[in-house]
């Protein structure tokens, strides 16, 4: 036995002492990372998806620690080698590679007057350029706006369009780059390094999916209504742990009915544009999921201290009962996106040969958010 699954074994031993690991907080919450690769693994067909299948609880286990990458940077030494960020930079740096701000005023101001779905597709390059004409339109304006909005920035003008950029987010050019490293991997047989890329290259993809990782409104916080604030993490996270089952269930029979060869565009510059589409689309979702939890709490008021009263086993069973089916599709598009970047990757490398079973990994290891540390992934309790 290789002797990383011993060490697997190991720290599973450890884990019945130490515990279940803490979901971290993010992009889906921990469970809808691991649900959609699941569904992904599963709805994948010819020879990556029997490879991906014999290797599925490395692609479900680190699904989710992309969100590691800025939420835990201090705990990081401590995982596994093999583990490490791709981009580079963790914590902050981290933060903008899971979204795009669709309605970021740069894009707002950019965007041709007939032109009514989405930002044009374009490079980082070009991206940037939009934000060096805004900045020099506007000048001190934003610069004093952005500093005073964002305490971290200390720069001045010639910073600031870099700054507005990484801040409105790079999401679209991170899916490029991670599908660019998949597919190198697969390409020079570097199988557990390819396993490492698809599960990431699955994390940012499902990221697209989520409307409030498509808005500078991302979590509610420039409505009137302040029991909106932490509506993201309440849309992507809490409502699907609480209707796990059900979301399974859901995503277990698209996997039986869906077609076998997702459709996504092999050409990089078809692709890309499909990619800023997807995002735009998902970005159409935002207004309607903001009005429907201002209706749910406008009656509520602040409480002293604690709002979380506000969020009632009531207030969650409305709010999936009129958001869950838009949750549920959202999911479903995840998949099948996932599986077709996937599956051009592998088409990218050449369609080489793929090993008939499992394969040498780091161990299966997830951090525990609530307590510091880092614990054995259970396979067997699955998402």
């Not at 791709?86 to 950019?110: L, M, Q, S, T, W």
């Not at 086993?313 to 838009?326: A, D, M, N, T, V």
Request: with cysteine.
């Amino acid at each position: 036995m290789p002797g990383t699954r011993v060490l697997s074994l190991l720290l599973l031993t450890i884990a019945l002492v130490a515990g279940p690991a803490a979901p971290p907080l993010g992009a889906w919450g921990a469970s809808a990372h691991m649900l959609l690769t699941t569904a992904a693994v599963d709805h994948l067909q010819g020879p990556l998806g029997t490879f991906f299948k014999a290797n599925r609880n490395f692609l479900i286990c680190y699904s989710i620690l992309p969100d590691g990458w800025w939420g835990s940077p201090e705990m990081l030494p401590q995982l596994p080698k093999g583990l490490e960020n791709p981009a580079g930079p963790n914590g902050p740096k981290e933060i903008g590679r899971h979204h795009f701000a669709e309605d970021a005023d740069p894009y707002v101001e950019a965007k041709p007057p007939r032109q009514e779905l989405g930002v044009s597709p374009m490079d980082r390059a070009a991206a940037l350029q939009v934000f060096k004409l805004y900045v020099d339109k506007h000048g001190q304006e934003a610069l004093t706006r952005f500093g005073n909005e964002n305490h971290w920035f200390h720069g001045g003008l010639a910073e600031l369009p870099a700054a507005m950029l990484e801040k409105a987010g790079e999401l679209p050019w991170v899916i490029d780059e991670r599908l660019d490293d998949m597919a190198r991997a697969l390409r020079e047989g570097q199988w557990s390094r390819a396993l490492f890329m698809a599960t990431v290259l699955a994390h940012y993809a499902g990221d697209a999916h989520v409307p409030l990782h498509t808005t500078v409104n991302f979590n509610g916080q420039f409505c009137p209504n302040p029991l909106i604030k932490g509506l993201h993490q309440r849309w992507e996270g809490r409502a699907i742990e609480l209707n796990k089952a059900e979301v399974r269930s859901f995503l277990a029979q698209q996997v039986r009915v869906a077609p076998a060869s997702p459709a996504l565009p092999s050409d990089p510059a078809a692709l890309r544009a499909a990619l800023f589409q997807q995002i735009a689309e998902t970005y159409q979702m935002t207004d309607d999921i903001i009005r429907v939890d201002d209706e749910l709490l406008k009656d509520r008021q602040p409480g002293r201290g604690d709002d979380q009263a506000a969020y009632s086993p009531e207030y969650y069973r409305k709010f999936y009962e009129r958001l869950g089916s838009g949750i549920k599709d959202q999911l479903r598009k995840a998949v099948e996106t996932v599986d077709g970047l996937w599956t051009i990757a592998w088409e990218r490398a050449g369609r080489p040969q793929l090993p008939p079973g499992s394969v040498e990994t780091p161990p299966l290891v997830v951090i525990d958010y609530h307590n510091g540390r880092i614990v054995p992934f259970d396979p067997t309790h699955g998402p």
